[in-house]
């Protein structure tokens, strides 16, 4: 975006002088412009950014793209790892009768998640991946989709400052190789998913290889999704449906 563009934004949101002075500052600061206004566009839609939480990225609408293709008429849904609740946001928007629940670790995102999808008549768990969603949802969601930290540690110092010294460090850290939180998320999917239900996770284009096996060797059929223009990948994991037979005698 450009000065120009990111100025007569934070004119159009200031109230007063003083809190566009304030607003300024933030930024010349460093704070990310979404932080500034609390709030970014994402997919066309307003999502509330508080201080402090990971900023949706332009890529991951992509992920949300991949969603909606798979989900069946009045899916339920689980957005593990939600952030600000971006992508379950969306989807609650975008798709008809929507059972929407998600999840973080970090309880400002919880908050802020809370704000972006609770309206809308989503739930949201604050806890570490799996383990504060409720045991009931176990082998019925039919959409999982998880936009999990997959920034490898040792690489997290040469991002931009605006992510480094303003979004946590639990939404960007995956480990030594990025994969860290695909491994639990894969380890687990099965469990969780409905037969004939998907699990979808965002991945870098080196990555998403590595991912589509852990899916593969935790009983999941991969498959892996690009869009050159977002430079997105999106791996796919899908439960094999049952089919009931019959056997002869």
Do not use: K
Request: proline share 7%; glycine share 8%; charged share 25%.
């Amino acid at each position: 975006m450009f000065a120009e563009d990111e100025a007569q934004l934070l004119i159009s949101e200031a109230r007063t002088d003083s809190d566009l002075t304030s607003m300024v500052d933030q930024r010349v600061d460093g704070l990310p412009l979404e932080q500034v206004l609390g709030w970014a566009e994402f997919r066309g839609h307003r999502i509330v950014v508080d201080p402090g939480v990971f900023v949706p990225r332009r890529r991951t609408e992509f992920l949300v793209t991949q969603a909606a293709a798979v989900a069946p008429p009045a899916p339920l849904v689980l957005d593990l790892c939600c952030g600000s609740g971006a992508v379950g946001a969306v989807l609650l928007a975008e798709l008809d009768d929507v059972e929407l629940h998600a999840a973080d670790i970090d309880p400002a995102a919880v908050h802020c998640a809370r704000r972006n999808i609770a309206a809308a008549g989503g739930r949201v768990y604050g806890g570490d991946l799996y383990e504060p969603v409720p045991d009931g949802l176990r082998g019925r969601v039919e959409v999982l989709v998880v936009n999990a930290p997959y920034v490898p540690t040792g690489a997290i110092e040469l991002m931009p400052p605006e992510a480094r010294l303003h979004e946590p460090r639990v939404a960007l850290d995956g480990g030594v190789d990025g994969l860290d939180i695909h491994r639990r998320v894969a380890a687990e999917a099965a469990d969780w998913l409905a037969p004939g239900g998907h699990v979808l996770i965002e991945a870098s284009e080196r990555q998403a290889p590595h991912t589509a096996e852990m899916f593969a060797r935790n009983g999941l059929v991969p498959r892996t999704a690009a869009c050159e223009e977002l430079d997105a990948s999106v791996v796919i994991g899908t439960r094999p449906a049952v089919h009931s037979g019959s056997c002869t005698r």
